[in-house]
């Protein structure tokens, strides 16, 4: 007998944090989330989680569509994520025009591909990642260090397990020259570490950026450019760059991914399940780019039902050269959900049935904004 998907609940939450989380245009000064249960008719459920970092109002809004828009939609709907995906992308496609709205809609989705593929495994009665076919040990980097205490957050880092580390650039370039050459000055000729401009340079000044910092080896530098500068600009750089570039986390749609792969520029390609296409996308953009020899490194900066998605799909889907992004910053909506053990660079996923990742919702009360 087939199950259906019997109820769709969602929980908007913002936990408070001491310091304000900056990149190159921004910064939280909270750590939202918004999380997805997807119960079925058999009583299986499953758990993800919605983009929602920015803009700072954005997850009550996200939280408001779900309920209003995609509860009805697929309730009563078969719940593998294959038919899920199809009805979604039928029947939201038009709406999301007609509001001026893709992104938030396509984050939607890929939050509700995720509690689909955590509900299909859990089921199953096995962990995720063994589910879609992969092993359990992941490489980790920490995440979003910068653009203060750099050297002090990077060596607490390290002393945690982790051997890979990501600094945000994009600020000015003495400030991104010097904190660079003094990471690798603390951590040393063997550490990789990568950079992130978040978007912050043009076509015209982001070779010299580039250029720049590459005396210190970074491993790639991630979002040079705006992610909508046509192709022809990313490839420019990309012949004029000594560093590997990276992006992917705001591409949206299975096509933009393909086109970014088979053009060549990238060397490491990043899709976000809870920005576009969930655990499926990112097998889907995996699979593209293993025909390419691109390697698959899937960003999250959030809670910890999209990190262990996250790092259940790369288990699966990624290389032995793959990284998974684990942010650096306090974010107790990370933290009590899917606690992490770090060893010498790696993560060693539960043998627990899915994902792993099951919101105590009481114990998270008094972060929650926005419940059923």
Same mark, same amino acid.
């Given at each position: ?10 929980? +908007? ?20 989330? /918004? ?31 779900? *309920? ?15 038919? /899920? ?15 001026? #709205? ?25 962990? =995720? ?20 205490? /750099? @050297? ?7 002393? #945690?397990? &982790? ?10 370039? #003495? ?11 603390? =951590? ?33 530098? *991630? ?19 000594? +560093? ?6 705001? =591409?949206?749609?299975? =096509?933009? &991914? *393909? ?8 060397? &490491? ?56 992004? +684990? ?40 972060? @929650?904004?926005?419940?059923?």
């Amino acid at each position: 007998m087939s199950t259906t998907i019997a109820r769709v609940e969602r929980w +908007v939450l913002r936990a408070p944090i001491a310091n304000p989380v900056a990149n190159a245009f921004g910064a939280m000064t909270n750590r939202p989330a /918004v999380f997805v249960r997807i119960t079925a008719s058999d009583g299986a459920w499953g758990w993800g989680e919605v983009f929602s970092n920015f803009p700072q109002v954005g997850a009550e809004h996200r939280g408001r569509l779900i *309920e209003s828009i995609f509860a009805p939609l697929v309730t009563g709907c078969a719940d593998d994520p294959a038919t /899920v995906r199809t009805l979604l992308e039928r029947r939201t496609r038009q709406m999301a025009i007609q509001c001026g #709205e893709p992104g938030p809609f396509a984050q939607i989705s890929g939050g509700i591909d995720q509690a689909l593929w955590d509900m299909a495994a859990r089921r199953a009665g096995v962990p =995720l990642w063994k589910f879609l076919g992969g092993g359990k040990r992941v490489r980790v980097y920490a995440s979003g260090i910068g653009p203060d205490d /750099v @050297v002090a957050i990077a060596e607490k880092k390290r002393g #945690e397990g &982790f051997r890979a580390f990501k600094l945000k650039v994009g600020f000015s370039p #003495e400030r991104d020259v010097a904190n660079l050459s003094s990471m690798r000055a603390a =951590l040393g000729d063997a550490a990789i570490i990568m950079t992130d401009a978040n978007q912050a340079w043009t076509p015209a000044d982001a070779s010299e950026s580039i250029a720049a910092l590459a005396p210190w080896h970074p491993h790639w530098v *991630e979002e040079p450019l705006l992610a909508d500068e046509p192709p022809d600009a990313w490839s420019a750089l990309a012949a004029r760059s000594d +560093v590997p570039l990276a992006a992917g986390e705001n =591409l949206r749609g299975l =096509l933009p &991914f *393909e086109q970014a792969i088979d053009a060549g520029y990238l060397r &490491f390609v990043q899709p976000d399940v809870g920005k576009w296409g969930g655990i499926s996308g990112l097998r889907d953009v995996a699979a593209r780019a293993a025909t390419r020899n691109v390697c698959v490194c899937p960003h999250w900066l959030a809670g910890g039902v999209g990190l262990a998605a996250s790092m259940h799909a790369i288990a699966a889907f990624g290389s032995a050269v793959s990284y998974a992004e +684990v942010d650096a910053n306090p974010n107790p909506l990370r933290e009590e959900v899917f606690p992490l053990a770090i060893d010498d660079g790696n993560v060693v996923l539960s043998d627990a049935p899915g994902h792993g990742a099951e919101p105590d919702l009481r114990r998270l009360q008094p972060y @929650v904004v926005m419940a059923p």
